[in-house]
């Protein structure tokens, strides 16, 4: 069994900064395939950033540069740095684990940047 808690979500002006926390408890082996996704009213959910099976860092094209994902291991946390918001930004904001070939789900963050 995997926790995942979220926190940090907010309502920012376009070119804002927040930042997102996730602390996981359970079963948590590593922050491997550990990570955030997105949803938009009417869109599907998305990646957004995550730390891969082997430990390498995916981002969507559609925050490089602007997003950071980081963890503090000693936490159990993962954080998501988000700089230069724009409005498409707005979005419930998930901490995703996979473990053991399940999905493990936060609540979700709501993130919303006004223009």
């Known amino acids: 069994q995997v926790q995942l808690v979220e926190s940090g979500g907010g309502l920012v002006q376009a070119g804002g900064s927040l930042r997102l926390s996730c602390v996981a408890s359970?079963?948590?082996?590593?922050?491997?395939?550990m990570g955030w996704y997105r949803q938009a009213p009417g869109k599907q959910r998305e990646l957004v950033a995550v730390?891969?099976?082997?430990?390498?860092?995916t981002y969507a094209d559609s925050v490089k540069g602007r997003f950071t994902i980081s963890r503090d291991n000693a936490k159990n946390t993962v954080y998501l740095q988000l700089n230069n918001l724009k409005p498409e930004d707005t979005a419930v904001y998930y901490c995703?684990?996979?473990?053991?070939?399940?999905?493990?789900w936060g609540q979700g963050t709501q993130v919303t940047v006004s223009s």
């Open positions: 995703h684990k996979l473990l053991n070939y399940f999905n493990y």
């Open positions: 359970g079963s948590i082996i590593s922050f491997n395939d």
């Open positions: 730390f891969t099976t082997g430990g390498r860092i």
